[in-house]
């Protein structure tokens, strides 16, 4: 065997050794769907706290009607989740949405005169992110998806009740964000004043893990 020929041979044979002695460092090069940092960055863990607020300058708005001007519109908005599962990507990660607020809020609806509160109910809920971008809200096992709103009216306060069967969302990794647009959540109790369907429409980002010092949420 030639000198080059063994260079060649011996590089192989270690090359062979390395990937066997470190499966961890090939198993990560594959990447995790929730990842931090980038997209090729470490795996967020289970167990670790994601947050986010509305994107800079942005606004969550309840529409009464897909698309419409007419509704509630918040200035203030954020959730907190925590991951129950990551695996390798493809794939898909599960999370538990514990909290989601929303506050701040006007509103343009005929006959109110302003927002009192917006709770959201039942919680907490299920979320899982996909590969490929897609994340879905599920009912978790206090009831379903869940909206009150007590709105102030020319005939006083009025309580609205909303439920959604599931909502979807839409993430990005150019800015770390999470969109949700013209998600229907339908009347379940409420006087004829309360508008029949409320759409929602926001923009979270960044998505960051509080747990990894703030470091962004990447999706794999």
Known sequence: MNKRAFLVSTGAALAAVLAVTHPATAT??????????SSSGPAVAVGDVLVASLASGGTAKIATTSGGNSGITCN???????VTANPAAPGTA????????????TTNIPGSTGVQSITVNNLPYTTAVTSGGS??????????????????????????????????????????????????FTKASGPATCPA?????????????TT???????VN
């Open 135 to 184: 994340l879905t809200v599920t009912a978790g096992s206090a009831g379903p998806i869940q909206t009150t709103l007590k709105i102030n009216t020319i005939l006083g306060l009025t309580t609205c009740v909303y439920r959604a069967t599931g909502l979807t969302a839409t993430p990005s990794n150019t800015d770390n964000s999470l969109a949700f647009a013209n998600q229907q």
């Open 94 to 105: 599960t999370e538990t949405l514990n909290s989601h607020t929303l506050s701040s809020c």
């Open 197 to 209: 369907n409320g759409f929602f429409t926001a923009k979270y980002a960044p998505v960051s893990d």
């Open 76 to 82: 203030s908005s954020a959730f907190n989740a925590t």
């Open 212 to 218: 990894q010092s703030g470091a962004a949420v990447f």
């Open 28 to 37: 990560g090069a594959a990447g995790n769907v929730l990842t931090t940092g």
